[in-house]
């Protein structure tokens, strides 16, 4: 199929293909490619497309567990609640497997960058505190526990250690997803200023 491009503007150059097929862990998933002939702009996306029950997993990472396997959908928080660090989906969010060691190396570029920002003393001994923590986790020096929450159920941690819980109807209501949505009564909103204006 072919589409106008976003970046070029031009019409009817930009190739979309799309293909579903099952992974391992995520279920049935949607992969999509953009590719526009005239200005060479790409993008790729997967999306989890089966709908299973909503998921928590809590396992205390140490030294020795962090070859744990970790299979985070796009619509998961990560939590590390000692350390005070929390990454929530947001609309580029995307999936990956890795494992225990993988996510801390994440949080650790996640924190360099903020350090990298950061003007305010209190905020840069706060990240150089949170770098010595984790590296202090990966030495074996310090046990922190690592929360995984999905509500669409496509996420997992596979270890013996790892808790499996349900979450609450609040807990899923607080969640991020990263998708926009809009509530009936902001639809309604708009739907009332609408025949006001006529």
């Keep these: 199929m072919l589409s ?16 579903t097929e099952k992974i391992p862990y995520f279920g049935e998933i949607m992969e999509s490619t953009l590719f526009c002939h005239k200005c060479g702009y790409k993008h790729a996306d997967a999306i989890c ?16 567990n962090l070859n744990a396997r970790v299979v985070k959908s796009q619509t998961t928080t990560i939590t590390i609640p000692e350390l005070g660090l929390k990454v929530e989906p947001g609309p580029q969010s995307q999936g990956y497997v890795s494992n225990v060691e993988g996510v801390l190396n994440r949080f650790i570029k996640a924190v360099q960058t903020a350090l990298s920002w950061a003007e305010d003393e209190h905020a840069q001994k706060n990240a ?13 020096q310090k046990q922190v526990a690592l929360i995984v929450e999905d509500p669409f159920g496509h996420s997992i941690i596979i ?9 609450s109807a609040e807990e ?24 006001d204006q006529k």
Excluded at 128 to 140: A, T, Y
Excluded at 159 to 167: Q, T
Excluded at 173 to 179: A, D, I, P, S, V
């Design 128 to 140: 150089l505190h949170i770098l010595e923590s984790i590296q202090e986790v990966k030495n074996g």
């Design 159 to 167: 270890h013996e250690d790892a808790l499996k819980g349900e979450l």
């Design 49 to 64: 497309i089966e709908k299973k029950d909503p998921v928590k997993y809590t396992l205390t990472i140490g030294k020795d």
């Design 4 to 19: 106008d491009c976003p970046i070029c503007k031009q019409q009817k150059c930009m190739e979309v293909t799309t293909k």
């Design 172 to 195: 899923i209501e607080t969640l991020e997803t990263g998708f926009i949505t809009f509530e009936n009564k902001d639809l309604e909103n708009d739907d009332e200023k609408g025949e």
